[in-house]
Every structure is written in structure tokens, then in C-alpha cells.
């Protein structure tokens, strides 16, 4: 048997793990609350957990938010599994959001908040992680593969 959108599933995996390991270091390396300026007051490397969503949106709300990300990996996993054969474009933005949701599901359901350390000071951006940029790049992923199709050609009746 022939593994259907394989980049997909390829994209998936690699995001996961590669969130998972940059957190994993971050938790190892800093303190929570410690930052690393790499270029000073405009970006840091800095440890902190968010118990809501992106932008700490429905903070303390990681009941409602754990089965949220369980509920969109599950469909995106049906999806690639038993939809039809996906778009370069399709396979890369679900699978960046795959990634991602489930690199912060995992956070959510075993620490109760996801682990951030990327702060962005020169805009004043809040501190996020790589799983949140894989879901945000899936999301423009899809844009892209909706520009790129054709629309139906509608008859009149």
C-alpha cells in the first residue's frame, strides 16, 4: 500500500519534532522569565509559558484549548488518510498546521500551558514558539493553494 499525501505526513512529522526539540531545549538551557538577546530589544530568547492561545487569547483556558488541538489533528489526520490526493500547497499547510497543533496539544495535555521563547521586542510582538509559526505559515500555505485554484465555471439554467 501506497502512503497517500506523503509530504504532508513528511511536513507533519518534521515540524512536530523540531518544536518539540526547541522546547525541549529551551526548558533544559533557561530559567522561565531568563532572556538571551541575540540582537538586543530586538530579539530575545525568552522562556515563558502561555496557558491560552496565540497572543495569550483565552488565557487559562487550556481545558477548552487541549481538545481543540486534539479535534483539528484528528480531522487533518482524516483528511490525508481517507480524502482525496492533496495539492503540493494543501499537503504543506496542513501539515505545518499538523505539526503545530500537535506540538502545542502535546504541551497543553502533559505541562497545562505551551512553552514560548521566541519574543520579537522590536514590535513589541508577544513571545510565541516555533508550533505557532508552523500553524501561521500552514495558514498562508492554504491561501496560496485556494489563489491557485481554478473556480467552477457556473452554467445558467
Known amino acids: 500500500m501506497r502512503l497517500k499525501n506523503r509530504l504532508f505526513w513528511l511536513v507533519a512529522f518534521v515540524g512536530f519534532l523540531i518544536d518539540q526539540l526547541t ?11 531568563q532572556t538571551l538577546p541575540l540582537i538586543p530589544e530586538v530579539f530575545h530568547l525568552t522562556y515563558v509559558t502561555n496557558t491560552g492561545a496565540a497572543f495569550s487569547l483565552l488565557s487559562g483556558k487550556v481545558e477548552w484549548l487541549r481538545w481543540l488541538s486534539l479535534a483539528v489533528s484528528l480531522v487533518l489526520i482524516g483528511l490525508a488518510l481517507f480524502g482525496s490526493a492533496l495539492s503540493f500547497w494543501d499537503q504543506l499547510g496542513y501539515g505545518l498546521i499538523l505539526g503545530g497543533a500537535i506540538g502545542n ?3 497543553r495535555f502533559v505541562l497545562g500551558y505551551v512553552v514560548d521563547f521566541i519574543d520579537f521586542r522590536l514590535i513589541n510582538f508577544a513571545v510565541f514558539n516555533l508550533a505557532d509559526s508552523f500553524i501561521s505559515v500552514g495558514i498562508v500555505c492554504l491561501l496560496i493553494a485556494s489563489l491557485q485554484k481554478t473556480p467552477h465555471s457556473h452554467r445558467r439554467l
Open 23 to 33: 522546547k525541549y531545549w529551551v526548558v533544559q538551557t533557561f530559567k522561565l522569565g
Open 105 to 107: 496539544g502535546i504541551d
